[in-house]
């Protein structure tokens, strides 16, 4: 049985460790590959032709699909490089952090220029029980 990690406690957090960077590997290289236009296109014009050349879980290729900004963080996703897809998709950072908090983004940019979410409530998992 592996340790506990002391981050594992904050709600919402998905670490870029080791062991998540093994479990989203291909899920990354496929976002980094939307740096090249050839590759931008070929997605574009096949998205499962493009996809099907990656070792992709199903649940992986469902969370590309749907967009599903968190699931690909929990699948092992780093947040800079499923931003390639966003901008693939034009997204903007503030559209991406709204869709994963569950508001607009206008409300999304206007938290961030308010200084953030309140801490309140925020900090461990453990305190919410």
Request: proline share 5%.
């Amino acid at each position: 049985m592996k340790p506990k990690k002391d981050y594992a406690d904050i709600p919402g957090t998905y670490v870029f460790d080791g062991e998540h960077s093994q479990k989203g590997y291909h899920l990354n290289m496929f976002c980094m590959s939307l740096n090249k236009p050839e590759n931008r296109d070929a997605f574009r014009a096949d998205p499962d032709a493009y996809l099907a050349k990656y070792p992709l879980t199903d649940d992986m290729i469902k969370a590309i699909k749907e967009r599903d900004w968190l699931g690909m963080l929990r699948l092992g996703g780093n947040i800079y490089y499923t931003f390639k897809l966003a901008i693939f998709d034009r997204l903007t950072m503030q559209a991406v952090g709204g869709a994963m908090s569950g508001i607009t983004e206008e409300e999304f940019r206007q938290m961030m220029i308010d200084g953030g979410r309140p801490i309140d409530g925020n900090r461990y998992t453990s305190e919410q029980q």
